[in-house]
C-alpha cells in the first residue's frame, strides 16, 4: 500500500475509536488468523463485586472480612477491589497491612493485625501447604459452577475462608467474537482464571477453545507456542499481566480502558474498551490495504 493510504487507513480508524501506533500496524493487522481474548476486562467488565462470604467453622464472618478486606485493599486487582469495597460497606474501616506482596497471577500476602494473611486461588495456598477444610472447598466449588470467582483466605497457617465474586460478560462481547468469527478468526479465550468459571464465560460469548489457569508470564508462552503452530495471533488484553503477551503477539490490542502497562505494550489501542474496535481493526487494514475477503 501507498504511504498515503496507510495514513488514510490510520485516521479512519481514529474516528472508529481505533488508536494505531505506525502505519505499518495495519500490514500485521492484514495477516491475523487467530485472536486470543483475555478474560477479565476484556471479554468481561472487570468491574466484579463481592457476592458471597463462606468462614471457615468457628472463623467469625466479620473479621474475616476485615482481615481480607485490608490486605486486598492494598492491591488494584479487580478481585480485589470487589473483595475491600465489599468488606468496607459491611465492617467500616479495615486495618492497615504491613509488607504487602502481590503475588501475580496468584493472589496477594500481607501482615494485618499481626498475622500473616494469604488471599488467592488454591495454588498459592499450596505453596504453604495449608489444607482447606470440606466446608469451604465445596463453598468454592459452589460458586465456580455458577461462573463465578472464589478466592481462599488463609492465616496462620489455616484456611479460614472463601469469597466470591463474579463480573458481567460485555454486552459487545458475543457479538465482537461473532464478528471475528466470520472475518475467518478463530477466537481462544486466554485466563489465570480457573477452567469451569472460564468455560463458563466462553459459552456465554461464543468461544470454543479456552486456555486457563495461566499464569501470567504463561501469557506469553502461549502466544509463542500458537506462533509456532503457525498461527498469526492478535491478542487483546487489559492488565498488567498481559502487557508480555501483547508484545509476543503479531498484533497487540489493548482496552483504552486498561492499564497503561497494556496500552504500552500494545501496537493498537480499542479507546472504548469496545471488543467491536477490534473487528473494525482488522476490516480497516483489509480494505486499506486491499485484500477484501
Ligand atoms: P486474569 O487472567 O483473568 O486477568 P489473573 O492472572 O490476574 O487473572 O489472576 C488469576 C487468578 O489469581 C485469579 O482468578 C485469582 O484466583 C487469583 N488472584 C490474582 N490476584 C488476586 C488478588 N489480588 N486477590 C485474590 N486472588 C487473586
Ligand atoms: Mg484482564
Known amino acids: 500500500a501507498t504511504p498515503?493510504?496507510?495514513l488514510v487507513g490510520t485516521g479512519r480508524g481514529a474516528q472508529l475509536g481505533i488508536l494505531i501506533k505506525g502505519p505499518e500496524v495495519l500490514e500485521s493487522?492484514?495477516?491475523v488468523d487467530t485472536i486470543v481474548l483475555d478474560?477479565?476486562?476484556?471479554v468481561t467488565t472487570g468491574k466484579m463485586t463481592l457476592l458471597g462470604v463462606t468462614a471457615a467453622d468457628g472463623v467469625d464472618e466479620d473479621e474475616l472480612l476485615r482481615i481480607a478486606g485490608a490486605i486486598e485493599d492494598a492491591s488494584e486487582h479487580?478481585?480485589?477491589?470487589?473483595i475491600a469495597k465489599g468488606a468496607t460497606e459491611r465492617v467500616g474501616a479495615l486495618p492497615a497491612v504491613e509488607s504487602f506482596v502481590n503475588i501475580e497471577g496468584k493472589g496477594v500476602q500481607g501482615i494485618v493485625d499481626g498475622h500473616l494473611v494469604l488471599v488467592g486461588r488454591d495454588s498459592l495456598l499450596d505453596e504453604w501447604a495449608i489444607?482447606?477444610?470440606r466446608e469451604l472447598t465445596a463453598a468454592k466449588a459452589e460458586a465456580e459452577n455458577a461462573g463465578q470467582t472464589a478466592v481462599l483466605v488463609a492465616w496462620d497457617g489455616r484456611a479460614r475462608g472463601v469469597l466470591v465474586v463474579a463480573d458481567a460478560v460485555k454486552a459487545t462481547s458475543a457479538e465482537?467474537?461473532?464478528q471475528f468469527v466470520s472475518l475467518?478468526?478463530?477466537p481462544i479465550l486466554l485466563t489465570g482464571d480457573n477452567e469451569t468459571v472460564a468455560r463458563r464465560v466462553a459459552a456465554q460469548v461464543g468461544i470454543e477453545r479456552v486456555i486457563a489457569e495461566v499464569l501470567p508470564q504463561q501469557k506469553l508462552e502461549v502466544i509463542a507456542q500458537l506462533q509456532a503452530e503457525g498461527s498469526v495471533v492478535a491478542m487483546v488484553g487489559d492488565g498488567v499481566n498481559d502487557a508480555a503477551a501483547l508484545a509476543q503477539a503479531d498484533l497487540g490490542l489493548a482496552m483504552g480502558t486498561g492499564t497503561d502497562a497494556a496500552i504500552e505494550a500494545a501496537d493498537l489501542t480499542l479507546v472504548r474498551g469496545d471488543?467491536?474496535?477490534a473487528a473494525d481493526a482488522i476490516r480497516l487494514s483489509r480494505r486499506t490495504l486491499g485484500t477484501i475477503k
Open 131 to 133: 489444607e482447606t477444610p
Open 176 to 178: 465482537a467474537i461473532a
Open 78 to 82: 479487580p478481585i480485589a477491589q470487589a
Open 39 to 42: 478474560k477479565t476486562g476484556t
Open 29 to 31: 493487522t492484514k495477516k
Open 4 to 6: 498515503t493510504a496507510l
Open 184 to 186: 475467518g478468526l478463530t
Open 275 to 277: 471488543l467491536r474496535s
